[in-house]
């Protein structure tokens, strides 16, 4: 009972700043035990730009945030990470500027306390984590966009 309230306030916080959403979709990503390369991609994409239409995996990959990615593979930890980074603009720790990537945005993820719980960059990610994690993004980077 108390996830599903902690689902259902993120939501309605992420509903308010993510206009492009359809409830279905935020009901897909919500349902899923792992999100794809697409669905984060989206929701990132729109979180950043509410104006955007096009294909968000295509535009994230052109932009640099999504690397040697299919949009149907599930995405893990340490890409997700590292499309945050990219997407908010985010700056990492001195490892991470010097090999920027997913294993070092992931450490500062956790640093950042983005990421909460056992976790490991190579995991999957399900939809209600994403949906934390973007919501906790929201709330500390979002007043910069």
């Known amino acids: 009972m108390k996830k ?3 689902i259902i306030a993120v939501s309605l ?3 308010s700043v993510i206009h492009a959403q359809t409830a279905a979709e935020l009901e897909a990503v919500l349902e899923s035990t792992a999100i794809t390369n697409t669905q984060a991609a989206s929701f990132v994409i729109r979180s950043v730009d509410s104006d955007f239409t096009g294909n968000a995996f295509e535009q994230a990959v052109e932009r640099g945030w999504l690397k040697s990615a299919s949009p149907d593979e599930k995405i893990t930890l340490g890409r997700l ?7 908010f603009e985010m700056t990492g720790g001195l490892m991470y500027r010097i090999f920027p990537g997913p294993r070092y945005a992931y450490r500062t993820m ?3 306390n983005f ?4 976790s490991d960059p190579a995991m999957t990610v399900s939809g209600d984590r994403f949906l934390l994690i973007l919501g906790r993004i929201l709330s500390a980077e979002g007043d910069d966009l």
């Open 115 to 118: 990421i909460h719980g056992d």
């Open 110 to 112: 956790l640093s950042r």
């Open 13 to 15: 916080v992420l509903i």
């Open 81 to 87: 990470s590292f499309l945050f980074m990219k997407a």
């Open 4 to 6: 599903e309230l902690l």
